[in-house]
DNA sequence: AACTTACTTTTGAAAGC
DNA sequence: GCTTTAAAAAGTAAGTT
């Protein structure tokens, strides 16, 4: 008897000891990553609610703890890539990856597609681009994502690519390396959306 | 005006099957020709067949895996290619083994340009799984027939999981009745 | 800029780690 | 969970020419 209390306090204690090293990882990673507070809070209870339905089973703490960051940014409307997420953390992209969709799919997330609009103010800022672009990339992205442009394509090249477009159209060049490079998407992804975005805009060439 | 059912095309059928006698792998490795046999990577023996193009996966309890055949019909041809291989090394293999499809991939084309973003609210985001930043395709996954729908932006779309060529023309029916009860489809 | 190759997703069985 | 097989869809990436 007085076994199993000691194992349940060693349990308990370990449970304890994960959850903070889970907690601080989030925290180290959201510092790093520059997200406000409140994105913090919300991957924190991503979290818990995780431990709680038993999620963690078979998977990492820090691949829950990274995935839960990477939903509560979308959550918040500050979406960081996976590429981002994966640069402040252990796990590879691709484990974030599915993990993200396995949490999000068990608790019911009920996650939307990011919106590329999303990532126009902090990419333009980055490139130090006026409000006059960040305006005009918006205004590109909802046309032709109504036209159904988006669909299948990725939402930090699709960004990317009316950035790029926007500041042709507003004088303020911006090569498409540097554009890339911000968005960390390759150039040929930036050509081949810009093409087809200024197409549907029934823009020049 | 096309019948999406009418684009469906099978593109790979996945079957199990067995001789009914255990084998020594290593051996069969060695007589027959082309086979791939490798135990620390992986404990089945590969055999590739050319017509029909398949590749077979052979276990020491003779059970077997045949996939990359583009029918049932090829199924069964590519089979009873790798049973008379097998019979020419004077290996016992059953008469008629009983062959079980055990998946079948599918291809469709809706023919109209699909806005995935809206397809996802519509169908609702508790059913779905659209990841563009992972995969370009929505997943779409459905209880009768029971199979896994993977729809893009073109309006292809590609069925896998079902167990009958019906299945598919079941599922094409089934998405493109849905969508346009959501007024997604044209 | 074009080409080629390769990886992302889904599905299923097999035997073993 | 992983390993291996094949196949489609379309997007993205990397390496060559």
């Given at each position: ?23 601080s ?17 919300v991957?924190?209870v ?30 918040e ?11 402040v ?22 996650m ?16 130090e ?24 394509k ?6 990317a ?8 159209l ?11 490079d911000v ?18 805009m029934?823009?020049?060439? | ?28 490795a ?35 895996v ?49 806005n ?51 299945d598919a ?18």
């Open positions: 008897r007085l076994r199993k209390w000691q194992e349940r306090i060693r349990t308990k204690d370990a449970g304890e000891r994960n959850l903070q090293f889970a907690l990882e989030i925290d180290r990673m959201a510092s790093a990553l520059g997200v406000p507070r409140s994105v913090r809070e991957a924190s991503i979290y818990r609610r995780a431990l709680k339905e038993d999620l963690i089973r078979g998977r990492s703490i820090e691949g829950v703890a990274t995935s839960a960051l990477y939903a509560a940014c979308r959550k409307g500050i979406p960081r890539s996976l590429e981002e997420i994966s640069e953390s252990r796990v590879e992209r691709k484990e974030i990856g599915r993990t993200y969709r396995y949490i999000s799919q068990e608790l019911g997330l009920e939307r597609p990011v919106d590329p609009k999303k990532y126009v103010p902090r990419f333009c800022s980055e490139l681009l006026s409000e006059e672009v960040q305006t005009k990339a918006n205004e590109i992205i909802e046309k032709t994502a109504e036209e159904g442009l988006l669909s299948g990725s939402p930090t090249g699709y960004a690519a009316a950035i790029y477009a926007a500041s042709l507003c004088n303020e060049k911006k090569t498409q390396r540097e554009v890339a968005a960390q998407v390759t150039e040929v992804t930036i050509r081949n959306r810009y093409q087809e975005q200024i197409e549907a029934g823009i020049h060439g | 005006m096309t019948d999406p059912k009418d684009t469906i095309n099978i593109e790979n059928v996945v079957a199990s099957t067995g001789i009914g006698q255990e084998l020594d792998l290593q051996s069969v060695m007589d027959l020709e082309g086979a791939d046999y490798d135990p620390e990577q992986f404990p089945g023996l590969v055999y590739r067949t050319q017509n029909p193009k398949s590749a077979a996966l052979i276990f020491r309890s003779g059970k077997i045949c996939t990359g055949a583009k029918s049932t019909d090829d199924v069964h041809e590519s089979l009873r290619i790798v049973f008379d291989k097998l019979r020419e090394l004077q290996i016992q293999v059953n008469e008629d083994p009983e062959i079980v499809v055990q998946n079948i991939v599918t291809s469709a084309d809706l023919g109209r340009n699909l995935l973003n809206a397809i996802a609210i519509g169908l609702g985001l508790e059913n779905i799984e659209y990841e563009p930043e992972q995969f370009p395709g929505l997943v779409y996954r459905l209880d009768e027939p029971e199979v896994v729908a993977l729809l893009f932006g073109s309006g292809k779309l590609v069925i896998t999981g079902g167990k009958k060529p019906k023309e079941h599922a094409v029916d089934k998405i493109v009745s849905r969508l346009e009860d959501l007024g997604l489809l044209e």
